[in-house]
Structure formats: C-alpha cells, structure tokens
C-alpha cells in the first residue's frame, strides 16, 4: 500500500458514524464499516474488510472516540500499515444553503458557514461537523473535504427553488426549497451517461430508500428536485409525510393538543408509509403484507406510488419531455414489485414499454428495464454516494 493512497468517505449522524475507505486513483473499496449508538451506555463497532469483519461493543460516548476506534481498528486488523497512507477525509454535510454549489475543502470560514446553517438542519449539520471535528483532530494535517447533499440542487432556477411565500422570508431567512441526495443524484446522471449517450440528456431520477426524493436533470444541471426546506417535502417516505397541506400542521396541534414542534416530530417519524399502514416503514414488509391482501398495506403503497407517479408526470413537463428513468436506492434498485406499481402508473402517458420479467429479476446491479421500442429508457442503477465523496476528496485534496 502506497503512502498518501487511502481516501475516508464519512457520514456522521447524531448517534452513528459510518464509514468506508478507497484506494485512490483506482477507486477500490478497502474496508466500510461503522460507531453505532454513540453516546448511549453501550456503543457498536464494526469493520468489515475483505471477507472479514471485526467488531467490538465498547461504550462510544462522542465521535472523537468513534473516530480513535476506527484508526485503531484499522492498524489492529492490518488493514493499513500506518497513518501515513491517508491521503484525505471526506465529510457529507448535508445543508450547505445557498453558499455551497460543490464540495470544497474546510476552513475555519467554510466550518462558520456550516454552523450558521445548523438552524436550518439540527439533525444534521450538527453531528457532520462533530464529525469532522473528530477527524481533524486526529489527522490534522492531511486536506479535509466537505461534500454537501444539496451542493448539486443549486442550479435551479428562482421559480423553482422558491416558495409562494411573503417574500421577504426566503431573502431574510433564507426559507426556500434546497433539495438533498445531490450527490445520489448527481451520480446516478454520471452513471447513465456511461452507459447510454443521450443527447440531451432528460432524466427523472428516482432515489427511493427510506428517505426518498426525485430530480429532474437536463444534461446533468438540477432542474427541478422533490425534497424542500429540508427532507420532509417532496414524496411521500417511509415515516416522512413528503409535501402535505401546510394547516395540517396547525389542526393536528389542535386536535391532539400537541405543541408545533410535536407534531412537527411526528410528521417526521410517524407519517409516511408508517403513518398510513400503521405496521411498518419497510418496504420489505409492506409488499409482503399488501401481496397477502392487508388492505391498509395496500393503501400505505398505493398512496406512496400515487405520489412518486405525479411527480414523474411534472418533471416530465418539466423537462419537455424525459428521455430516461432511473430508479436507485434500496427499493428502487432492489424492488421489482415497487418499481412495476409506479410504471404502470406512468408507462401510458411517457410512452414506456418494460421488459416486466427482467423487471422483477433486477437486484442492485446496473440494468436498463425497458426495450427498444420505450420512448423512455428506464434503467435501475445503484447509487453510490461515498465514491462521490471520495472522488471530490481527491480531486481537492490532490491540490491542497
Ligand atoms: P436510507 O438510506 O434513506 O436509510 P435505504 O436506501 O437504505 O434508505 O432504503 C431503505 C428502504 O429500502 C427500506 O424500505 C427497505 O425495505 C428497502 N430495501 C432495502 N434493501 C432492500 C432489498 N434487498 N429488497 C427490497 N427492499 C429493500
């Protein structure tokens, strides 16, 4: 192993850090893994390299202490010789407001911003640059990289980033539709391009995991994307509402006699599929349940495909018509069942025409779904968010 030839993509939650380590240029993964339920009584730690995995349960009080796990687990199990052969950190910072339209290298301004941005997005800015703080201590002085989830959003235009709101509370607080999974999205067009040289290229992509949000993409510039202010708008999601009428907010504080911020919570995390099956927000689960004939599956699933449906049909229009589909993330690259609900929803109006057996067969592997003769070419492709991570961590880091 080289010196300097080890990149770290990190994703830090409140309560989790997950990780994975590439050798650059070749872009090969050498180990992933993660510090779960940090700051509880009893941590998790875990590292999975070659066909091994090593883990240990150790209390993780805060994440400096999940990073010193992590590079001490990295040398005990040999997966590097030393500290010398990390090159870079990259961190996902997930609210990068309007200063951020690309990943850039941390500074203490670039840290400022970041932390003025926590109002807009607690749960996450918070523990990213605890995160970062972690990691920076302990490799202080290798290029540290901030790749921010809405980076890739920024193109839209004013009348598609803004809201039908007194205008001055998108100028003063900055209160306007941001978008998330940017570097998802922004994979899953690089990808295609790979693959199938459209021109233009008009894509709908369709990142649909537990967190869930749709982009509209022409020749890899943000259109239009689902998700809003933060990841509660957009499409319906495994415990989040997606976008609902705002008064629902004051009447269910109302109803229940619940504070905002209550109610807020549970539009957040108890909505969603959840919230309408009233079983689970497991897709697994609910198309299990819905093939048995449960009919509040069946109506949690086709609530969930009635939305993702209306909003391929506007980016559709959006885009003047899309010439490609992608679906991504953990059901839409691994849930035939799912994806054939929603194209059956919108084949007839895009002109689409899918190969239904192949369909139901495709599982996490790059795979165009629809024949020759869609107007639409429909294609599931995996995501990968951290070799976007580490593919920025390198390109800045080589120059820092
Ligand atoms: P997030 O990153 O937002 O937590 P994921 O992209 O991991 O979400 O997606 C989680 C969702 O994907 C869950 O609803 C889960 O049921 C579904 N999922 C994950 N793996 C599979 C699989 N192999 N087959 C079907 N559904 C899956």
């Known amino acids: 192993m080289k010196n300097k030839s080890i990149y770290i993509a990190v994703n830090a939650g ?5 990780f994975k380590l590439y050798t650059m240029p070749e872009e090969t993964l050498v180990c992933s893994g993660m510090a779960d339920r940090i700051g509880q009584s009893m941590g998790e730690f875990s590292l999975k390299y070659a066909d091994q995995k090593y883990q ?5 009080p805060n994440h400096e202490v999940g990073v010193e796990l992590l590079l001490k687990a990295l040398l005990d199990t040999k997966v590097i010789p030393s500290y010398d052969v990390i090159a870079g950190v990259g961190h996902r910072v997930v609210q990068g ?25 607690p749960l996450h800015n918070r523990p990213n ?7 920076h201590k302990v490799l202080p002085s290798i290029p540290h990289v901030a790749v921010f989830d809405t980076a890739f959003h920024q193109t839209m235009a004013p009348q598609d980033y803004l809201y039908p709101i007194p205008y001055q509370w998108s100028t003063q607080f900055d209160l306007r ?18 693959h199938s040289n459209l021109s233009p290229q008009k894509v709908i992509t369709c990142h649909i995991g537990s967190g869930a949000s749709l982009a ?3 020749d890899q510039k943000v259109v239009a994307t689902s998700m809003g202010l933060t990841p509660l708008g957009g499409i319906m999601m495994g415990t989040r509402t997606g976008d609902i009428d705002p008064s629902i907010l004051h009447f269910a504080a109302l109803k229940l006699n ?30 299990e349940a819905h093939l048995a004939g449960n009919e509040r599956a069946q109506l949690a699933n086709q609530l969930f495909v009635r939305r993702i449906a209306d909003f391929i049909g506007q980016y559709h229009i959006r885009l003047h ?8 993330a953990g059901i839409g690259e691994n849930s035939g069942f799912y994806r054939q609900l929603i194209l059956d929803e919108v084949k007839d109006a895009l002109g689409i025409d899918f190969d239904r057996e192949l369909n139901m067969k495709t599982r996490g592997k790059t795979t165009k779904i629809s024949t020759p003769s869609s107007q639409v070419e429909v294609w599931v492709i995996p995501t990968n968010e951290e070799i976007m991570i580490i593919r920025d961590t390198y390109r800045l880091g080589k120059g820092a």
């Open 321 to 328: 018509s899309a010439n490609a589909l992608i679906f991504s």
């Open 216 to 218: 509209a993409i022409k």
């Open 129 to 135: 640059l605890q995160g970062y703080f972690a990691f």
């Open 177 to 194: 539709r941001y978008g998330f999974h940017g570097t998802s999205h922004q994979y899953l067009v690089q990808e295609l391009a790979k």
């Open 258 to 287: 619940e504070t905002y911020e209550n109610v807020y919570a549970m539009l957040n995390k108890q909505s969603g599929l959840l919230g309408v099956s009233g079983m689970t927000s497991d897709s697994r689960d609910l198309e």
């Open 97 to 121: 407001g309007k200063y951020f339209s690309g990943s850039v290298l941390f500074t203490p301004e670039v840290v400022e911003k970041i932390e003025s941005l926590i109002p807009l997005a």
């Open 14 to 18: 409140s309560s989790s850090l997950k």
């Open 56 to 60: 240990l349960e150790t209390p993780i």
